[in-house]
């Protein structure tokens, strides 16, 4: 006799399981997010394994690491977010907006590992192959050893994955996978995640690299890749508006390297390219002589980029004065309008303030609390910084101007793309050294940096 189904309730954010609904959940204490599932009670899986099968311990001492083990991708912006690279039998999760370029990064992942010789599966549950040539087109000529499938269920994938023993596989997207011993629809957080493990022991058991495409909707109600994050070894995120030209690749979380690291993409018709000078681009159609628009560096990883910080400051018409973030945090801008307030005398309880960076990139760095005070008494004073300034310092509460991390790596990317004077902290100019070309100004207080300017 079958055993009966019984319901399940899972939080589509964190993927807790309850017994019964409830209204917020208690790990991750967000609202509204529990959905109920039908499930079977578990199968002893474990009764068709090898009964022979044993275990061995290894010494620690005896594990043997190389460098060289990674494999390269041939997109250097990528292969920098990674570590370094592909390690094999690693498995990435790369999420996003739909329609940001996922797929397209993916594709051409899988050209260039084709070109060097590898062996490259792509499983779409989402397009049909005819869909996909027609992107392959767009990018240009492809190899041989890359093949396609267009399939949706888990075991016959699994089967297909065992005989062929590809050295990279992708698959688009999780949501679509599906087991049938599983009871719920596909794209629910049982088939999500019961997929993901079938892949992780994939991945760990032949040595295969495997990429998951997870999709984001802006409201968060689909559950993946908030459930997949602890299942997978990397989890890489596109970033920025899919109606914007740029893309910024994050790394959320790697096993294999740093988090702090980020790629810079730029979508053009043939798919995604890279943007070796990410300041470059940010800066590019910045204004000249125009009050409240001050150059910042800000430190990605080991990579520093240049950005423009733009304020607009006017008088109020209602009682209440409005205050706008976009690109940086709304606390942090009124505590140091705050400051301007308290330790310069500007009266800005009565101005509006509006504070972007332009580009719609973001930044919590707190080297742009210089750079943002400035801009801000910049548009008040109606007086335009000088464009070949550039300017960074983390900012107290007193008003002092504190030190900030690698400032030699700031002075030199501001002295290549041609900036001739460079404010910064005090404390911070003797690690700097002597930097020929660039004049550098260290400030101990922003009253200090409003006389200089």
């Known amino acids: 006799m079958a055993k009966a189904k019984r319901s399940v309730f899972f939080c589509q954010n964190c993927g807790h399981e309850e017994s019964k609904w409830l209204g917020q959940c208690p790990m991750c204490r967000e609202w509204n997010t529990f959905v109920e599932e039908k499930v079977m009670p578990a199968k002893a899986r474990s009764a068709g394994a090898d009964p022979g099968r044993k275990a061995d311990v290894i010494a620690l001492s005896s594990v043997r690491t190389e460098e060289d083990e990674r494999t390269l991708t041939g997109i250097g912006e990528l292969d920098r977010v990674?570590?370094?690279?592909?390690?094999?039998?690693?498995?990435?999760?790369?999420?996003?907006?739909?329609?940001?370029?996922?797929?397209?990064?993916?594709?051409?992942?899988?050209?260039?590992?084709?070109?060097?010789?590898?062996?490259?599966?792509?499983?779409?549950?989402?397009?049909?192959?005819?869909?996909?040539?027609?992107?392959?087109?767009?990018?240009?000529?492809?190899?041989?050893?890359?093949?396609?499938?267009?399939?949706?269920?888990?075991?016959?994938?699994?089967?297909?994955?065992?005989?062929?023993?590809?050295?990279?596989?992708?698959?688009?997207s999780i949501q679509t996978m599906y087991d049938e011993t599983v009871v719920s629809a596909p794209g629910s957080v049982s088939q999500v995640r019961e997929s993901t493990n079938v892949f992780m022991q994939l991945a760990k058991g032949l040595g295969i690299s495997i990429f998951i495409v997870g999709h984001v909707t802006k409201e968060g109600t689909v559950a993946g890749p908030r459930v997949l994050e602890h299942m997978v070894d990397t989890v890489l995120y596109f970033e920025g508006d899919r109606h914007a030209s740029y893309r910024i690749l994050r790394a959320v979380k790697n096993r294999f390297g740093s988090t702090n690291e980020i790629g810079v993409f730029e979508m053009r018709q043939q798919g995604l390219e890279e943007v070796k000078?990410?300041?470059?681009?940010?800066?590019?159609?910045?204004?000249?002589?125009?009050?409240?628009?001050?150059?910042?560096?800000?430190?990605?990883?080991?990579?520093?980029?240049?950005?423009?910080?733009?304020?607009?400051?006017c008088k109020t018409s209602f009682g209440m004065p409005r205050r706008t973030a976009a690109g940086v945090d709304y606390n942090r801008v009124n505590l140091l309008m705050a400051v301007l307030e308290k330790r310069l005398g500007l009266p800005l309880s009565n101005y509006d303030a509006y504070v972007n960076i332009a580009g719609g990139i973001r930044m919590s760095e707190p080297a742009s609390d210089l750079g943002i005070i400035i801009a801000i008494a910049s548009s008040y004073k109606n007086k335009p910084v000088s464009g070949d300034t550039i300017v960074f310092g983390e900012v107290g509460l007193s008003g002092e101007v504190r030190a900030v991390a690698m400032p030699e790596q700031r002075v030199a990317e501001a002295k290549k793309l041609g900036f001739k004077t460079c404010i910064m902290p005090e404390v911070s100019v003797k690690s700097v050294g002597n930097a020929e070309g660039i004049e550098i100004i260290g400030i101990k207080t922003v009253n200090h940096a409003m006389n200089l300017l």
């Open 277 to 313: 000078n990410p300041s470059e681009f940010m800066l590019a159609g910045r204004p000249e002589d125009a009050p409240g628009s001050v150059v910042v560096c800000a430190i990605e990883g080991t990579r520093p980029m240049l950005m423009e910080i733009q304020a607009l400051v």
């Open 82 to 172: 990674l570590g370094g690279g592909i390690v094999p039998g690693s498995l990435v999760l790369v999420g996003g907006d739909p329609g940001i370029g996922k797929s397209t990064l993916l594709l051409q992942v899988c050209r260039e590992l084709a070109a060097m010789e590898k062996k490259v599966l792509y499983i779409s549950g989402e397009e049909s192959l005819k869909q996909i040539k027609m992107r392959a087109n767009r990018m240009g000529e492809f190899a041989e050893n890359i093949y396609l499938l267009c399939e949706t269920n888990l075991d016959i994938i699994r089967g297909i994955i065992e005989r062929q023993k590809p050295d990279m596989v992708v698959i688009d």
